[in-house]
């Protein structure tokens, strides 16, 4: 029973890896306390894609801030408004809820999603390992779950075979 209870936590962890993105759902894990209350450090956050023309005053949304590269974290943030570009284009207004001023504005093209549900506290492992500069955890804990999947899955075949050989012949 112990090792199909192991088994059934270990589908349930990969579940919740490779299930969002079955679904078009991005996991990211909230960094800071600037949208406190509602979501807090640790949190994991799914975003799905949406068209910018679909976005609402009160969204909490993910973009990229203006300068990013790849591999910057994105900002969620709640959507206060819109405004005019220098070039006439439709720019977000985003602001954190703890924060007292808005960040600063930035075209459609840099929205990633909009919110579609929060996990609390989900994101402690991957908070803990990018502010202790640890993300080798991550791939040697995925590498040792997965391990110890396979080993589970060759033991109760194992298992299984040897008990039908001790049968002896069947009429």
Request: net charge positive; proline share 9%.
């Amino acid at each position: 029973m112990g090792k199909l209870a192991a088994a059934c936590i270990l589908v349930t962890l990969v579940g919740l890896a490779a299930g969002p993105a079955i679904v078009g759902l991005r996991p990211l894990t909230v960094l800071t306390s600037s949208m406190e209350p509602d979501l807090r450090p640790g949190d994991v956050v799914l975003v799905r894609a949406v068209d910018p023309a679909d976005v609402q005053v009160g969204d909490v949304l993910t973009y990229l801030p203006a300068g990013s590269t790849p591999g910057s974290f994105p900002v969620t943030h709640r959507l206060a408004g819109f405004t005019s570009g220098p070039d006439g284009s439709q720019q977000l207004v985003l602001q954190g809820d703890a924060n007292s001023l808005a960040d600063p504005a930035v075209p459609a093209s840099a929205l990633q999603g909009r919110v579609a549900a929060t996990i609390p506290y989900l994101g402690y492992p991957n908070l803990l390992s990018q502010r202790w500069q640890l993300g080798w955890v991550r791939p040697l804990l995925g590498t040792a779950l997965f391990g110890y999947a396979a080993l589970l899955f060759f033991q109760h075949f194992r298992q299984a075979r040897s008990s039908r050989s001790s049968q002896g012949p069947t009429a």
